[in-house]
């Protein structure tokens, strides 16, 4: 039971931090049920099924506050589908010595992806000249959701990395786009898993609390994505992937309990100094926005 209270925890937050910066939902639920020594497969069933209820509120409190390209979500879930599909099903076939290795490379990668993208892009606002051409979307779409199925996380880290990127969409319609375009994705894993797996392979209670946590997290992080600070937030969850997946790789490759440890924390040493260093280049940004009015000012 008090798993399962601190599941809906972790749900809760990753939504919260999903919902607000369009990604690591996934990466941050695969990541502490990896850790807490569920199988790879196993744990991204969890992760998905528990999608298909967080994203479907997620989607619908976007659209309600006018944050979903649906010309861009309309192109995306087919091949988002169809990745996820084929990632399900291949890593329900793989051994579990085999996948948990390969999916904390994946989760890794994708944690310190997420770093980069807020710590040294510093979320900035691109600009915008139109949509994002279909030629653009659909591989994308097909690409983050395989990856999105094998590593239990990919579909936000990639598409809005890549959204954002682009300088088509405006943040807030790439977020409340690529939250809503993984319902499908999560359906599309789903029935992978299920058709890999069995019902039986599923651990239903993971998925639900997550579910429920995820839920209650959704309407709030749609409210708040214009108002919460992406570097300093980005950045803390990048970094717990990155702490968490490298203990799970070390352990995976036989490296010596001091070894882990002692990786373990200078990881977090560095990302908590990552996170000070955000915090601090998030006030700065802040004081230089206030100054900018002066200035104007002062020189009409």
Do not use: C
Not at 55 to 78: C, E, F, M, Q
Not at 94 to 120: E, H, N, Q, T, W
Not at 216 to 234: Q, S, Y
């Amino acid at each position: 039971m008090r798993k399962l209270i601190v599941l809906g925890v972790v749900g809760l937050i990753a939504q919260l931090i999903d919902g607000s910066l369009g990604m690591a939902y996934g990466v941050t639920s695969s990541t502490l049920l990896l850790a807490a020594g569920v199988a790879p497969a196993a744990a991204s069933a969890a992760v998905h099924f528990s999608e298909i209820g967080t994203s479907l509120v997620s989607g619908a409190s976007h659209h309600k506050l006018g944050n979903v390209d649906w010309r861009t979500v309309s192109i995306l879930a087919l091949p988002g589908f169809v990745g996820a599909f084929l990632g399900a099903t291949l890593l329900s076939n793989m051994d579990a010595a085999v996948a948990k290795p390969v999916v904390a490379v994946i989760l890794l990668s994708l944690g310190f992806y997420v770093v980069y993208r807020f710590l040294r892009l510093g979320g900035a606002r691109p600009t915008f000249k139109g949509h994002p051409s279909a030629a653009f979307l659909a591989p994308m779409g097909l690409v983050a959701g395989t990856l999105d199925a094998v590593g239990g996380g990919g579909w936000g880290p990639v598409g809005t990395t890549s959204l954002l990127s682009s300088g088509r969409l405006e943040p807030r319609k790439v977020v409340g786009s690529i939250d809503t375009s993984e319902f499908v994705v999560a359906v599309g894993g789903s029935l992978g898993f299920l058709f890999g797996l069995g019902a039986a392979g599923i651990n239903w209670g993971y998925a639900g609390a997550l579910l429920a946590g995820g839920v209650i997290a959704a309407p709030i992080a749609a409210w708040l994505v214009k108002h919460l600070a992406a570097r300093v937030l980005g950045t803390a969850a990048g970094g717990l992937i990155i702490l968490t997946n490298s203990k799970t790789l070390l352990e995976a490759v036989g490296v010596p309990g001091v070894g882990v440890a002692v990786t373990a924390a200078v990881v977090f040493v560095l990302w908590i100094s990552a996170i000070v260093w955000a915090v601090k280049q998030e006030r700065l940004s802040k004081a230089s926005r206030a100054d900018e009015p002066e200035l104007e000012t002062a020189t009409a």
